[in-house]
C-alpha cells in the first residue's frame, strides 16, 4: 500500500500541511521540524504527488548529481563533461551538494525518494557512501565520478590511473636528474593520495613526504618548513596545481628558481596550470571526460543497457611545461 502524506505526518508528529509546506518549500516552517519530515519521508520512501506523475509517465527525463561542494577546483570540468552528455541525450540535470552537512544530504534523500530524477552520478562526499548504496539496492541507476579511490566493486564507477600518474611524475624527474624530492600530499584518507604517492615511489622513493590539505597555503607552509628545518630537495611532486603553485610561490620567495634549482610537477592540468609563472608541467587528470564518460554510461542504463561490473579507467597524461 502506497506511502501517504497522512502516514508521514502521524510519524513526524506534524499536519499534513506542514509536511506540504516542507515538500514545497513554502512558509515558516522551523528547521529542526523541516529536517524530522524530511528524515521521515526518506525512511518511509513516500512520493510526493509530483513524483507520483513523474512515475506515472515513466520518467522524469532528469539525471541527479551529488557533488560535496562547487567550490573543487575541477568541479566546473566534470559538470561539464555531465552536462553535454545530459543536454545532448534531452535529459535535464539536478545538482545537489553536501555542503550543508546532514540537512544538505536529508534534502536530497527527499528528492530521491520523491524520484525526482531517473538516475544518480556521485561524486561521493565524505560518510556519502552508505546512503548512495543504500539507494542503489532500492533500484536507482547509480555511476561514480571516482576521483578519491573509493573502489567500491558494487557501485558502477568511472576512475582514472592515480598510480600511473605518479609513475609518470616520477620518471620525468628521475630522467632529468633530480634524486631528492619532496612529495606534499593531500589527506591520506583519499586512495587517490596512496596510489600517487605509491606510483611515484616505485621509481623516485622520496625521502621527505609532506601531507595537508589540497590548498595552495599546504604548498607554500610544506615548502618554507623544509626549507626552515635545513632539508636539501630538487624537486617537487605535488598532489594537485594549487599545492604546485603554492610551493612556487614558497621557492620563488626564498630566492630558488624553477626550473633550474628546483623542478615542480603537479597534478589535475587546472586552467590555471598554463598561466603559473613558469608554466606548471602537471599530471592531466582527465575530469571532463570522467564526467561525460559517466553520465553516458547512466543514460545508457537508463535506455535499457547493463552497466559494467568494473571500473572504466580513463587514463592520465603527464603534460610536460617549464617547471619540469
Known amino acids: 500500500?502506497?506511502?501517504?502524506?497522512?502516514?508521514?505526518?502521524?510519524?513526524?508528529?506534524?499536519?499534513?500541511?506542514?509536511?506540504?509546506?516542507?515538500?514545497?518549500?513554502?512558509?515558516?516552517?522551523?528547521?529542526?521540524t523541516a529536517l524530522?519530515?524530511?528524515?521521515?519521508?526518506?525512511?518511509?520512501?513516500?512520493?510526493?504527488?509530483?513524483?507520483?506523475?513523474?512515475?506515472?509517465?515513466g520518467t522524469s527525463h532528469a539525471l541527479g548529481m551529488l557533488i560535496p561542494s562547487l567550490t573543487w577546483p575541477w568541479m566546473g570540468e566534470v559538470l561539464q563533461g555531465v552536462a553535454d552528455e545530459a543536454e545532448a541525450a534531452g535529459y535535464?540535470?539536478?545538482?545537489?551538494?553536501?555542503?550543508?552537512?546532514p540537512s544538505s544530504m536529508a534534502h536530497f534523500a527527499t528528492q530521491a525518494s520523491a524520484r525526482a530524477f531517473d538516475g544518480l552520478l556521485v561524486i561521493v562526499p565524505e560518510g556519502g557512501l552508505g546512503p548512495v548504496a543504500e539507494m542503489q539496492q532500492r533500484g536507482m541507476?547509480?555511476?561514480?565520478?571516482?576521483?578519491?579511490?573509493?573502489?567500491?566493486?558494487?557501485?558502477?564507477?568511472?576512475?582514472?590511473?592515480?598510480?600511473?600518474?605518479?609513475?609518470?611524475?616520477?620518471?620525468?624527474?628521475?630522467?632529468?636528474?633530480?634524486?631528492?624530492?619532496?612529495?606534499i600530499t593531500g589527506p591520506a584518507r583519499f586512495g587517490c593520495v596512496r596510489e600517487r604517492l605509491e606510483g611515484f615511489a616505485e621509481i623516485l622513493p622520496p625521502p621527505l613526504v609532506r601531507e595537508g590539505e589540497f590548498t595552495w597555503e599546504t604548498g607554500r607552509t610544506a615548502v618554507e618548513h623544509a626549507l626552515g628545518q635545513g632539508h636539501e630537495f630538487d624537486?617537487?611532486?605535488?598532489?594537485?596545481?594549487?599545492?604546485?603553485?603554492g610551493a612556487m610561490s614558497a621557492l620563488r620567495a626564498a630566492g630558488r628558481t624553477v626550473p633550474g634549482d628546483m623542478a615542480?610537477?603537479?597534478?589535475?592540468?587546472?586552467?590555471?596550470?598554463?598561466?603559473?609563472?613558469?608554466?606548471?608541467?602537471?599530471?592531466?587528470?582527465?575530469?571532463?571526460?570522467?564526467?561525460?564518460?559517466?553520465?553516458?554510461?547512466?543514460?545508457?542504463?537508463?535506455?535499457?543497457?547493463?552497466?559494467?561490473?568494473?571500473?572504466?579507467?580513463?587514463?592520465?597524461?603527464?603534460?610536460?611545461r617549464d617547471s619540469a
Open 92 to 101: 535535464g540535470l539536478l545538482l545537489f551538494t553536501s555542503a550543508g552537512g
Open 264 to 320: 615542480v610537477i603537479g597534478f589535475d592540468d587546472l586552467p590555471m596550470a598554463r598561466h603559473t609563472e613558469p608554466p606548471l608541467t602537471t599530471v592531466r587528470q582527465p575530469m571532463r571526460d570522467m564526467g561525460s564518460t559517466a553520465a553516458g554510461l547512466l543514460l545508457a542504463r537508463l535506455g535499457g543497457a547493463a552497466l559494467p561490473d568494473e571500473p572504466q579507467i580513463i587514463p592520465t597524461e603527464l603534460v610536460v
Open 36 to 57: 524530522r519530515v524530511r528524515e521521515v519521508i526518506a525512511g518511509l520512501g513516500y512520493v510526493p504527488r509530483s513524483g507520483a506523475v513523474h512515475l506515472a509517465r
Open 141 to 183: 541507476p547509480v555511476v561514480l565520478i571516482d576521483d578519491h579511490g573509493h573502489h567500491r566493486p558494487a557501485l558502477p564507477s568511472v576512475a582514472t590511473t592515480n598510480r600511473a600518474g605518479g609513475v609518470s611524475a616520477a620518471a620525468r624527474l628521475h630522467a632529468s636528474g633530480r634524486r631528492r624530492p619532496l612529495v
Open 235 to 245: 624537486a617537487v611532486f605535488a598532489h594537485n596545481d594549487l599545492i604546485a603553485a
Open 1 to 32: 500500500m502506497p506511502v501517504t502524506i497522512s502516514d508521514v505526518a502521524r510519524a513526524a508528529g506534524v499536519s499534513k500541511s506542514t509536511v506540504s509546506r516542507v515538500l514545497n518549500t513554502r512558509g515558516e516552517v522551523d528547521a529542526v
